[in-house]
C-alpha cells in the first residue's frame, strides 16, 4: 500500500503526464507573462505564507501547472523522471491490457511478436514492485518446469527481488544467461502458503509461432500454432502446403496455450478457410468507426475439414481465428472455454523509444459478439479468472457454465453461441487426470522430467543423434534403462518412490521423458508425435473425423 505521504505526489504526476500526453503543444507554447500574472504578484504579496487561488476557467489546468513546476518551484525538476514515475499508475486505471513500456524495456516486449529470445521464458511486468509472470512461453524453460501466469518471483538465486525496487533491465540480466546453465528463483502463487521453488535450466525459446506440422495418419494433419506473430501466417503457408503434398484432407488446427498477439495473422489465416465475402471480424472504437474484415477467394484451405482445438489460455487472436470459423459454420470448435480478451490494442512509440499501447478498439465475431470478459481496476481479479474457473470445476464438465441470455447469438445455420466471456466450444472436452498420482504431480511441479530428460540428453547425445528419425530414437529409448534412471533420479532429488503410484502414472511418465529427450534432439517435430500418446484431448479430436 502506498503511503499517505506519498498519495499527492503520485496524484500530481499522474495529472502532469495528463498533460505530457493530451496537452503537450499547448504547454510548449505557453508564456510565463500571460499565464502567470496574478499568481507571481500573490506570491509577492504574501511572501512565504500559504496561499489559495483558482485558475481561469479556459485555462488548460495540466498544461499550466507543468508550465508552473518548469519556471517557478524551488529546484531545477527533471520532468522526465515525473514522466516516467507517472505514466504506468494512470495506465493501470484503464483495461488489463493497455500498457506503458519504458524504452529500456521495447525490445523484449517486441521480441515474441518479430523475433526470438533466449533465457527462462517469461513475460512480466512489475505490480506492486514485484515480479508478476504475464505469460510463459509456451513450450519455454519456466512453462516446461510448471511456472504459470498470475505467478510471483520473490527470489532469484536466494536473492530477495520482491520489494526491492530492482529495475527491469537488473532483473533480466539475473534471469538471463548461458544455454544449459541453471536458474532457481522461489515463486508465490496463489492459495500457495509457501514459496515454491523451481530450478530452471536456461535455453533457446522457440524461433517460430508455428510449432510443428506433420500427419497424423494417411489424411488427418496436426498443425500447432503457439502465438501470433509476423511470421506466423507464413509459416502457417509453408506448413499447410507441406500436408497437403503428404495428402492431408482433414486438419486439426492446435491454438491451446495460444495468448494471442497481432491481429492480422489470424484474420489472413480465417481466410484461408472461408469462401469469398464472409465475414471474419469487426472492430469499432468510440474513436474508431466500424471496420469490417472479409475473406478473399484466395483460400487454400477451403476444402479441407477443420477442428480447432482451445483452451483457457487461448486468447485474443486465437479467438478471432475461432471465433471466425464457428460463427461462419466452418469447422468445430472443440476443447474448453477460452481466455476472454476481445480488446484491441494500437502501439505508438515516442522519441525516447518507450511506447504505449493503448486499447483502441473492441472487436466483434461474424454474429456481432464481444468475447472480452468482464474487468475493473483490480487487475488481480482479471487474471486470477482463470483460478476461478477452476475452483468452480469449469475445467472438468461445461455443466458449471452458464451464460446469460442477452449474450446468446445465432449462427446462419441456426447454431447458439454466446459473448461475454471467451469463445465456447462447439464440443467441450474437460482436463484430463488420467495417470496422476502425488507422485507424478511431485516430480512434474519440481521439473524433474524435464532436467532428467536434459542430463539424460547430454549423456547419450552421440548415441541419440546418430538416430536417422524418430521411429529409431524411440527404439532406442525403449531399449535403454531410462525410465528405472529417472526415478533413482527423482530419489536422489529427494522423491522417495512410491511404486504403486509409479505404475499408475508410467505411461504419462514415459511419454513425456520421451518426448522431452527427442524435443533435445529433433526439436518440435520429435516432441509433439510422442506427446500426442497421453494428449487425450487430440486423440478424441481425431475420432470426430470418423
Known sequence: MTPKKNILPLIF?????????????????????????????KLKQSGDKEISFSLLPRTNKVSTILSYIENEYVDTVD????????????????????????ARELQKFNEPLTGNFSGIGIQFNMINDTIAIIN?????????????????????????????????????????????????????????????????????????????????????????????????????IEGINKL??????????????????????AIHIADQFLSEGKLIVYTQGKSRPKHEFRSTAKGICKEDEVIILIDEFSASASEILAGALQDNDRGTIVGRRSFGKGLVQEQIEFKDGSALRLTIARYYTPTGRSIQKPYDENKEDYYSDIHNRFINHEFENSDSIHFADSLKYIT?????????????????????????SPYFNRVRNLGLIYRFAFDF????????????????????????????????????????????????????????LKAYIARNIMDNDGFYPIIRDVDLTLLDAEKMFD
Open 79 to 102: 520532468i522526465s523522471v515525473l514522466t516516467e514515475a507517472a505514466i504506468p499508475p494512470l495506465v493501470e486505471k484503464l483495461d488489463p491490457h493497455s500498457i506503458y513500456i519504458p
Open 457 to 512: 540428453t547430454d549423456k547419450h547425445r552421440s548415441n541419440l543423434m546418430e538416430m536417422e528419425d524418430l521411429s529409431s530414437l524411440v527404439k532406442y529409448l525403449d531399449k535403454s534403462s531410462y525410465f528405472n534412471d529417472f526415478i533413482s533420479y527423482a530419489k536422489d532429488k529427494g522423491v522417495n518412490p512410491n511404486y504403486r503410484e509409479i505404475e499408475i502414472s508410467r505411461i504419462i511418465i514415459s511419454s513425456q
Open 136 to 236: 510463459t512461453i509456451p513450450n519455454g524453460p519456466s512453462e516446461i518446469v510448471g511456472i504459470h501466469a498470475g505467478d510471483r518471483i520473490i527470489l532469484v538465486d536466494d536473492s530477495l527481488v520482491a520489494g526491492q525496487n530492482i529495475n527491469s533491465d537488473n532483473i533480466v540480466k539475473m534471469l538471463k544467461g548461458l544455454k544449459g546453465t541453471t536458474v532457481k528463483v522461489s515463486i508465490a502463487r496463489r492459495n500457495e502458503k509457501e514459496l515454491l521453488e523451481f530450478e530452471i535450466t536456461r535455453d533457446d525459446i522457440p524461433l517460430y509461432s508455428v510449432d510443428v506440422a506433420y500427419m497424423i495418419n494417411s489424411e488427418t494433419g496436426y498443425l500447432k500454432i503457439s502465438t501470433f506473430a509476423q511470421t506466423t501466417y507464413n509459416e502457417f
Open 412 to 436: 446462419p445455420e441456426g447454431k447458439t453461441v454466446y459473448g461475454g466471456g471467451g469463445i465456447m466450444p462447439d464440443i467441450f472436452i474437460g482436463i484430463d487426470t488420467t495417470g496422476t
Open 13 to 41: 504526476s499522474m495529472l502532469l503526464i495528463t498533460g505530457i500526453l493530451i496537452g503537450n503543444w499547448y504547454g510548449s507554447n505557453y508564456s510565463k507573462s500571460n499565464t502567470f500574472p496574478s499568481i507571481l504578484n
Open 244 to 265: 497437403h503434398e503428404e495428402g492431408m484432407t482433414k486438419l486439426i488446427l492446435d491454438l491451446r496455450g495460444n495468448g494471442g498477439g497481432l491481429m492480422d495473422p
